[in-house]
């Protein structure tokens, strides 16, 4: 991103001619290493441009995520080169706004404003009067002003600092390199091969649970839905879990080898810069649902389900711990310890008269805390879990697993756990309510596998953010 800063005389920048085209003119030497430069105005003031990288200026605050998975991977691309006047955007993010609010003038935002003028009806206001430089004011578009009170309906307000959306939980209010990316998305996602691909390919980590991969390999498919042109499909070997049972029990699909040959795949080798966003780390549920699943798999666990729930009153309840407490998430996807879990679940029993509590958790610390807290009333599946000791020495169950295995007994032991894993939340979405400790995947499946069935949820992790 380049910010506009005051001009400095004693600098000896290269100099650029204000216009509607200067970041862009910017952004060629930026490719070439440079990082600052000096622009020059027909009628008025000079300034400067400062380009600093999205990545590093996120991380540089302290609001930006500790865990360990944002820190190894790059949330926010560079975006060295779009175009603003194309009409490959997405504008999810305006959904259910009429009015935007820019805190800072920026080359983000000046494009944004662009954007928004020509391709929507929303108002625009920007507190900072250096909009001026780029746009007339109008009856569309007000400068200067106060900053508006949050959460004003209809309203989305762009500030100038970083903003934790996806722990956070709010799409209302983003910062101006996360509300570019979601409208660039698309020029991302192509990176200008759209017109001569045919696969849209998905490079699946090695340290993402299955249901982050499903998850997210499923919003991405319909996501892309009005670009049949293109099929959204996994890259062949990338994750801990076999090609073979990706395709055996979930719709998912693999790249042709041939393609490769015949040049026509689009890679995302990184899928964070994806979670980031409100269609898919945001808000919505997870569009993976029971339709994705195989016949014969969920035949087999409606069966199962059948037999351990029967008519017995349960009340489902989602533990995600253990990787979780090492990797430090915050906001919504923050791990909750036991002592908190116990009397929020306590009183949902005594206020819904369950029989019982059907548990999923692959946390064993957990298990047997809320076994010992609810004796006799708690069932759950039979599973390898682990304990928060367990990853002194690892990041991830990925790597427990194999450290724990040898190659030849690693791709049966990951088949099975994948099994009862999602055996564990098929039952709890047989529940009409639904406890769960935090934002994972498990929890997002769970509530889109309960759709109908599920009356109420209740997330542990957001009512602690709300006190």
């Known amino acids: 991103?380049?910010?506009?800063?005051?001009?400095?005389?004693?600098?000896?920048?290269?100099?650029?001619?204000?216009?509607?085209?200067?970041?862009?003119?910017?952004?060629?030497?930026?490719?070439?290493?440079?990082?600052?430069?000096?622009?020059?105005?027909?009628?008025?003031?000079?300034?400067?441009?400062?380009?600093?990288?999205?990545?590093?200026?996120?991380?540089?605050?302290?609001?930006?995520?500790?865990?360990?998975?944002?820190?190894?991977?790059?949330?926010?691309p560079p975006y060295h080169e779009y175009d603003e006047t194309r009409r490959i955007l997405s504008l999810t993010l305006l959904e259910g706004k009429d009015r935007v609010w820019f805190e800072e003038a920026n080359e983000y935002t000046v494009a944004l404003t662009e954007i928004f003028l020509w391709e929507t009806d929303v108002k625009i206001f920007c507190q900072d009067e250096r909009m001026l430089w780029f746009f007339p004011a109008s009856d569309r578009l007000t400068v200067g002003g106060k900053m508006p009170e949050k959460d004003e309906p209809g309203l989305l307000r762009v500030i100038a600092t970083y903003f934790s959306s996806m722990f956070n939980k709010n799409y209302d209010t983003v910062d101006s390199v996360t509300c570019f990316h979601h409208v660039m998305l698309y020029q991302w996602i192509f990176k200008g091969k759209y017109k001569s691909a045919r696969y849209l390919e998905l490079s699946l980590p090695r340290d993402e649970g299955i249901g982050s991969i499903l998850g997210t390999y499923t919003d991405l498919v319909n996501f892309m839905k009005n670009w049949r042109r293109l099929e959204v499909t996994a890259r062949p070997g990338t994750s801990r879990y076999s090609d073979r049972l990706l395709t055996k029990y979930f719709n998912v699909k693999m790249t042709p080898m041939d393609a490769y040959s015949r040049n026509s795949v689009i890679s995302i080798e990184n899928f964070l810069p994806l979670l980031i966003c409100k269609d898919f780390g945001g808000k919505r549920v997870t569009s993976f649902n029971l339709d994705a699943l195989s016949p014969v798999f969920l035949a087999n666990l409606e069966e199962y389900a059948e037999t351990v729930i029967g008519n017995k009153k349960m009340l489902g309840v989602l533990l995600r711990g253990s990787d979780f407490f090492k990797a430090n998430f915050e906001g919504g996807a923050a791990p909750i310890s036991a002592e908190i879990a116990i009397p929020v679940i306590r009183k949902f029993m005594e206020e819904g008269n369950y029989d019982g509590i059907m548990l999923a958790t692959e946390d064993s610390d957990l298990l047997h805390a809320v076994r010992d807290a609810f004796p006799g009333k708690v069932i759950t599946v039979a599973q390898e879990r682990y304990s928060v000791r367990d990853f002194e020495v690892a990041q991830t169950i990925s790597e427990l697993e194999t450290m724990r295995r040898t190659p030849e007994e690693y791709e049966a032991h990951v088949e099975d756990t994948t099994v009862n894993y999602f055996y564990g939340v098929y039952l709890v979405s047989r529940c009409d309510t639904l406890i769960h400790s935090n934002n994972c995947y498990g929890a997002q499946l769970a509530k889109s596998f309960g759709k109908g069935i599920i009356?109420?949820?209740?997330?542990?992790?957001?009512?602690?953010m709300k006190k």
């Open 455 to 464: 009356q109420r949820s209740y997330c542990i992790a957001e009512e602690l």
């Open 1 to 76: 991103m380049l910010k506009i800063v005051p001009y400095d005389p004693n600098k000896s920048y290269r100099t650029i001619i204000h216009g509607p085209v200067v970041f862009h003119a910017a952004q060629e030497g930026v490719a070439d290493g440079e990082r600052y430069f000096h622009v020059e105005r027909e009628d008025g003031e000079k300034y400067d441009l400062e380009y600093v990288d999205n990545q590093e200026w996120a991380q540089a605050s302290p609001d930006y995520s500790t865990a360990e998975l944002f820190r190894t991977y790059c949330s926010f």
